[in-house]
C-alpha cells in the first residue's frame, strides 16, 4: 500500500536551485520508498569537472523531497550513497513512522513556493545577528556548518579571490562556451533566462556578483538602476567535515534548509560559486579564511523579495516509475 503522494512530493522537490539551473536529478519510485539519481547528461564538465555541484544540487532536491513527505505526515529515512557500485545512485528514502511536522519545517515547507536565487539590489539592511543565529540553527545536523565573513580583513581576502576566479571562468573559452548553451533567451524549462540576469554595473556592493553574461548576449539592453541601493551583502560558506560525494550531498541538503529558512525570514540570495568552481581557489579559500573543513557553496544574502524567474521541468520528465527504470536498463 502506498503511503505517500510521490508525485506531490517530486513536484517539490523539482523547485530546487541546481547549478546553472541544469536540474540534474531523476527520481524512481519503488512502492513506498524513492530513489534519487544524478543525471550526468546534464554535467556542466567545464564549470563542474569533479561533478560536486552535481551532487551538491541533488542534495538540495533531496531535502525538498524530505520536506515534502514530512509535509505528508510521514518521517523521511534517508540512505545516502547506498550502492558502492551505483555511485549515480545518490539516496534511497525510505517512508517511516507517523511524524507531525516540526515547527521550524513548517515554516521551510511554506517557504519552497516563495524562494528564488535573487540578483536583484537587496534593500541596504545588514542580516541581523538573530536572523544569521537562525540561519545557523537549521544546519547544526552535524554534518555540515555555516560559517559567515564578517570580520573585515576575511572579506576583503574572499573578495580578492572572488576576483581572480571571475576573471579566470571568463577568460576560459570552455566555461562560456557551456555558458552559452544554458544561457537562454526566451522561456524554458532549465537553464538561465534573461529574466534572472541582473546588471553588474552601477550596483553599489563591496561583493560584487556573478558575471552571467554569455557571448551572445549585449548587457547594453540591460535596464541599469536609476537610484543605486547601497548593499551590505552578508557572504556566507557553507561546508562540511570532509569532501566525499556523501559529502557534498549533505551540503546541498543543509544549503536548502539555508535558503528556505531565508525566504522565511524575508533574506534572498544568490551563489558566488566562481571561488569554489575550481579545485585551485577553493584550497585557498579554505586557507585564507582558516576554515576548519571543506567550504562547499558561498552565497550573498541580503534582505530583498524573491520572484521565481528560472523554469522548471515537468514531474513528468524526472520522475521515472520502477518498471519502466528496469526496461531501460
Known sequence: MTLIDWQAAIELAGFAPSIHNTQPWRFVVRDNSVELWADRTR?????DPTGRQLVLSCGAALEQLCLGVAAQGWRPIVHPMPSASQPD????IEIGEPEMLSQTDSLLVEAIGHRATVRAPFDGRPVSTTDLG???DVVDRGDAWLSPITDHDRLISFIVLLSHADDAEQSDPAYLEELDEWRHRATADDGIPDSAVSPLAGRHTSVPLRDFHAPGDDPTTTPR????????????????PE?????WLAAGRATMRVLLRATSLGIVASPLNQVIDDPAPRQMLRRDLGLVGRPQMVLRMGYGTATLTTGRRPVADILVSASSEGASR
Open 43 to 47: 554535467a556542466l564538465p567545464a564549470v
Open 89 to 92: 545512485l545518490l539516496a534511497t
Open 134 to 136: 537562525l540561519l545557523r
Open 225 to 240: 538602476q536609476v537610484t543605486p541601493i547601497d548593499e551590505k551583502p552578508l557572504v556566507v560558506i557553507i561546508g562540511t
Open 243 to 247: 569532501d566525499s560525494p556523501a559529502d
